[in-house]
């Protein structure tokens, strides 16, 4: 594989353009409308939704209904190879700092309400770098970065105005987490809230922002909802809306997304009444990949919350400008990471550097000239990281907080497509879950999920994969769904092995007493071509048993007997062993080509090690760490609402 060339920067070698650093000329001094009278500052409008699953929006296919959000999305940019972390702290210490979470040692978990953990001071967040822009900034919704004094709240970390909560999840209409309020009015509890339910709570502060700006200066608003994180609960219409779905939660959870779209409809409507909306930029993201055990959907992906799976990492992200500030109309199919937009929006935002020396330097691309240029459908970014987390592979200081070691999705110049390593399993849930084809019946099951995939009296099948040994008899089938009946008709077989070739005596299905000897085998990759002479995406073989069929002790794949789409936290045995994905032939990620495509793990793993060496210890590996401290509880109790406590 060939990979483009490496660009070597003091602090560690990266594959990408590294944004300049200076400390002066950081704005743009020409006139107020650049080049064909477009702002050369346009206001922002930073929006984060909640554990939004890739298949909770209309415009990827899903049946929820969203439909002011796809307006916007298909009027813009879609990002359709876009990255982030898999938890909720991590990604947004990567939006506010530019860096990944393991330079900022915000790499691991999230962070418990009342910890002595902080996103660090010496971080300038996104905010910070707009002001020295001339912006004003204002932040409405979830912080989850930390508040153990004043200075770690947003009030303190570059914006001038604060409404939301500053731990990870609560009530949407009572405000509590745990036994005490936690909703702010900059620095003061805000008690006369109970009831009102936070995504149209949340709306009205923005509104009240945006009418409120009165100045010629630029407005960031960063507004991170609530929505669609658990516990699960939305206005009895919107509920009502998702009758035909028989399962409550995912009932609901639709009903949640929907009200999320209305609510940014009225928050649109604001900036249009205020003429502000055509010089306005927005950038809508997940934090991170949907929890299937909510109710989330990230199909037809792998996995979800908490895993180095795709369904954990690749997020729905849009960016549109009211005007026609951006080449819009369009998806784009480059890598794009969380850490992107504090450059990104810098140079929207008119700046000429990125005025930040603090080590570890920003990993941040700017996509600013991909994001307005039509021709433009890869970007400069060649690679992203997925996560370091040292946490627990010398010593299981989280037993039950495994969400992966270290992975990253690189670019490949000859295949035209994305390769993806990942180190040790990649954690749970592990399995394809709530395709759209099943919510209406409310299922959320490994077999359900897989009905598309191929199933065989209810169990896993296995693809470009061989079964050995004991063969009953052989016959012809033309797909392998055809060989599984021909087992079910045959007294005694109890596992089958198709071929998408013929083997043998022309025959391609196989049938088994047994399966023995090795376990499983990958077969041999004999790719079948269609009318247009183009490589079929089909597996070589398919394979079905009806016992577990565990892989191989070096191989930290799961037991496909064991697929969940639950969350198991537990540290799993094989921490370090490499899985390489083709994602461009394999985008569900059903097979490790580590075994049979050693050179490029290496390539990969060469780049990987560098992050892994410049990984900073996360600030809250060990447990005492994660513990709340007692004097943030007695300042909880005497306030009654959870605030800074030093």
């Known amino acids: 594989m060939e990979i483009p060339p490496v660009v070597t920067v ?11 650093i200076a400390a002066d000329g950081l704005r743009d001094k020409g006139s107020a409308r650049g080049e064909g009278g477009l702002p050369t500052q346009p206001h922002i409008l930073f929006v984060v939704a909640d554990d939004w699953g890739y298949n909770d929006v209309g415009f990827h296919g899903s049946e929820i209904k969203t439909p002011f959000i796809d307006s916007l999305a298909k009027k813009g940019i879609i990002f359709s190879n876009y990255y982030g972390h898999s938890i909720c702290t991590p990604s947004r210490s990567s939006i506010m700092t530019g860096r990944y979470a393991s330079h900022t040692g915000m790499q691991h978990s999230y962070l418990l309400t009342g910890t002595d953990v902080n996103l660090p001071a010496k971080f300038k967040t996104m905010a910070d770098h707009l002001n020295e822009l001339g912006y004003v900034s204002h932040n409405v919704g979830k912080w989850h970065l930390g508040f153990e004094t004043a200075a770690f709240t947003p009030l303190g970390r570059g914006f001038k105005s604060y409404f939301g909560y500053l731990s990870g999840g609560e009530d949407y209409f009572t405000h509590t987490a745990g036994n005490f309020l936690d909703l702010h009015d900059n620095d003061k509890p805000a008690y006369n809230f109970g009831g009102d339910y936070s995504t149209i709570l949340f709306a009205n502060k923005t509104i009240d922002v945006v009418l409120a700006h009165k100045t010629t200066a630029p407005l960031f608003m960063y507004l991170a909802f609530q929505a669609v994180h658990s516990p699960l609960q939305a206005p009895p219409q919107y509920v009502a809306m998702y009758d035909w779905i028989t399962d409550k939660g995912r009932r609901t959870l639709a009903g949640m997304a929907t009200c999320m779209d209305d609510e940014l409809r009225r928050i649109v409507a604001a900036y249009q009444q205020q003429n502000m909306w055509e010089d306005t930029l927005m950038v809508m ?40 500030g951006i080449a819009g109309g369009r998806v784009f199919q480059g890598l794009a990471h969380h850490c992107d937009w504090v450059p990104t929006l810098v140079f929207a935002g008119g700046g000429t550097r990125l005025n930040d020396t603090v080590l570890p330097p ?26 370091v987390d040292q946490t627990n592979q010398e010593v299981h200081n989280d037993p039950g907080g495994w969400s992966g070691y270290a992975g990253i999705v690189v670019r490949s110049a000859t295949l035209g497509g994305h390769l993806k390593l990942v180190l040790g399993n990649p954690g749970t849930p592990n399995d394809w879950c709530w395709p759209n084809q099943n919510t209406t019946t409310g299922v959320v099951s490994s077999a359900s999920a897989r009905a598309s995939l191929g199933n065989c009296s209810g169990s896993a099948v296995l693809e470009n994969m061989a079964l050995p040994g004991d063969d009953l008899e052989s016959t012809a089938a033309t797909n392998w769904t055809e060989c599984c009946a021909h087992c079910s008709a045959l007294s005694g077989c109890n596992a089958w092995t198709w071929h998408a070739v013929a083997k043998g005596e022309k025959q391609q299905c196989w049938l088994k007493h047994k399966e023995s000897g090795t376990a499983q085998q990958p077969c041999t990759q004999e790719s079948t071509q269609g009318a247009t002479g183009e490589t079929a995406a089909a597996p070589a073989c398919v394979s079905w048993s009806a016992g577990s069929i565990p892989p191989a002790s070096s191989d930290p794949m799961p037991d496909p007997a064991h697929l969940t789409c639950h969350f198991n936290g537990a540290v799993p045995a094989n921490t370090t062993g490499a899985i390489l994905f083709d994602l461009a032939q394999d985008p569900r990620e059903a097979t490790n ?18 992050y892994i060496a410049s990984a900073v210890p996360p600030l809250n590996e060990l447990p005492a760490e994660r513990k709340t401290d007692p004097a943030a509880t007695a300042t909880a109790e005497a306030n009654k609402c959870w605030m800074p406590w030093h």
Request: proline letters at 7%.
């Open 10 to 20: 003091a602090y560690v070698t990266f594959l990408f353009v590294v944004v300049p």
């Open 285 to 324: 993201v997940a934090d991170n990949g949907g929890p299937p055990y909510v109710a989330n959907s990230n199909w037809p992906m792998r996995g979800g919350k908490w895993t180095m799976w795709e369904g954990g990492t690749h997020l729905a992200a849009f960016a549109v400008h009211g005007g026609n």
């Open 593 to 610: 080509l580590a075994a049979s495509r050693p050179g490029d793990v290496g390539t990969l793993r060469a780049l990987l090690d560098k």
């Open 362 to 387: 920003p990993d941040g691309v700017n996509l600013w000239d991909a994001m307005r240029n039509a021709s433009d459908s890869v970007g400069p970014r060649t690679h992203v990281l997925l996560n």
